[in-house]
T-cell receptor, first 118, second 113 residues
Framework: DAMVIQNPRYQVTQFGKPVTLSCSQT?????MYWYQQKSSQAPKLLFH???????NEADTPDNFQSRRPNTSFCFLDIRSPGLGDAAMYLCATSRDSGAVAGLQETQYFGPGTRLLVL | AQTVTQSQPEMSVQEAETVTLSCTYD???????LFWYKQPPSRQMILVIRQEAYKQQNATENRFSVNFQKAAKSFSLKISDSQLGDTAMYFCAFYNYGQNFVFGPGTRLSVLP
């Protein structure tokens, strides 16, 4: 089945120690998103890739970076995790061809990676 | 900027009964999409139902249906014959082409046996 995969599902890191979360998709979607979700809150968009074009949200800290080496994979790098970065990180994909109608605009989410910072 | 409001932080419903979750949004656009996503405890967020603003007919997916009132900018979700597996956070979301998704704060729904 086509899907969005996130590894690992749980990640423990130490304060200040760089960590990388990964996302892959078999949907062949051209847009990939990274969200941060804290307990009982709505997901907060960090950034997204439209094809190879990187789009950063204005309030995303510089501590968060992303890489998309190809269509299928996208990585979230946290350069120096702080205690406040402990959260669930969600990857999502969508196909945005520029058309107005159709199912392209729906976002499909991965299961998330729960990050714990010690 | 678009905003999405869900005025009910928590709701509960008895199994087999019907519940309606409310969502309102603010936009100046005329063509957009609205979604309800479900996020069960410790599980993946999944799409429940979507509505295109240019369609007057309310979307329906099995036990889930929406009441889309474009003029009032309201997009409520009705769950009929509630099941224990419907227990989850429900997020209303808005999307306009060329912009990002905007999520509401969520409603935590508990289905009681």
């Amino acid at each position: 089945d086509a899907m969005v995969i996130q590894n690992p599902r749980y990640q423990v890191t130490q304060f200040g120690k760089p960590v990388t979360l990964s996302c892959s998709q078999t949907l062949n979607h051209n847009v990939m998103y990274w969200y941060q979700q804290k307990s009982s809150q709505a997901p907060k968009l960090l950034f997204h890739y439209y094809d190879k074009d990187f789009n950063n949200e204005a309030d995303t800290p510089d501590n968060f970076q992303s890489r998309r080496p190809n269509t299928s994979f996208c990585f979230l790098d946290i350069r120096s995790p702080g205690l406040g970065d402990a959260a669930m990180y969600l990857c999502a994909t969508s196909r945005d061809s520029g058309a107005v109608a159709g199912l392209q605009e729906t976002q499909y989410f991965g299961p998330g990676t729960r990050l714990l910072v010690l | 900027a678009q905003t999405v409001t869900q005025s009910q932080p928590e709701m509960s419903v008895q199994e087999a009964e019907t519940v309606t979750l409310s969502c309102t949004y603010d936009t100046s656009e005329s063509n957009y999409y609205l979604f309800w996503y479900k996020q069960p405890p410790s599980r993946q967020m999944i799409l429940v139902i979507r509505q295109e603003a240019y369609k007057q007919q309310n979307a329906t997916e099995n036990r889930f249906s929406v009441n889309f009132q474009k003029a009032a900018k309201s997009f409520s979700l009705k769950i009929s014959d509630s099941q224990l597996g419907d227990t989850a956070m429900y997020f209303c979301a808005f999307y306009n082409y060329g912009q990002n998704f905007v999520f509401g704060p969520g409603t935590r729904l508990s289905v009681l046996p």
